[in-house]
């Protein structure tokens, strides 16, 4: 079974993409502007004994995602079953100081990605009678964040298109679950100042920043035969930072 994941080149993206290969899925590692990262993933991936080839494409272009189906498909001999909308920056400031190109370039890259890459993906998983759709959120698109107001809104807006396409296609074999991860420590979060970094493990009942592997194992369970059951749900991943 075939599993694509965005922006796989390095962090969270890498560590789904190893949890999957442990796991017997073949991948298709997607990548951006780090084409030798991706490489080096991929090295990684078949070491394990799975196949997997690298695919660059901005995931926010429409067009390259499209093309980017279609070479993952006849590349690897397989449709993809298992889809992992990763990719994601961040662009923060306050609204007041923030540019019309720093809200674009988030909600593209975040939000626009997933539309993108699940409709290329939805056809052939409705064909199959089966997919797993796992997008991953945000715990600050369930609680909003000053200085975040771009990331914020991509990452809510990924949560109402996960329960959406979730009721559409429910019907079809295919789940569509969000995973919302808390502070993980990645290069997203390794250019925050030190005081920032303070303020928030303060706010993590377990004390401690996350690891990509712990948000890997929550994107496993969405894409396995375990949660069979669950769809249009989101699951945090953040040491108890938010509780609804
Ligand atoms: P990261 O270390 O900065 O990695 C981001 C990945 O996304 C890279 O592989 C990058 O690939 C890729 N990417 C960015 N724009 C892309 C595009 N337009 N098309 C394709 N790939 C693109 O970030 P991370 O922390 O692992 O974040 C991964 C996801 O988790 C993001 O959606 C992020 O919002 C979310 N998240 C992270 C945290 C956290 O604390 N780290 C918390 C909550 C949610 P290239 O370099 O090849 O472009």
Redesign the pocket.
Known sequence: MLALV?????????AAALELAKNNFNIAV?????PD??KSVCEEIKALGVKAEIFQ????DYSQVEEMFKAVKSSMGESVSVLVN?????RDNLLMRMKPEEWYEVIN??LN?VYNCTHAAIRDMAKAKYGRIIN?????GLTGNAGQAN?AAS?AGIIGFTKSIAREYASRGITVNAV??????????EVLKPEIKADILKSIPEGRIGS?EE?AKAVLFFAGESSSYITGQVLAVDGGMTMF
């Open positions: 965005t922006g796989a080149s390095r962090g969270i993206g890498r997607n990548f951006n502007r780090s990262s991706a494409a901005d995931a926010g990763n990719a994601g920056i961040t890259a975040n990605s991953i959120a945000s715990v600050v990331y990452k919302a991860p808390g502070f993980i420590e990645t290069s997203m979060t990509p948000v």
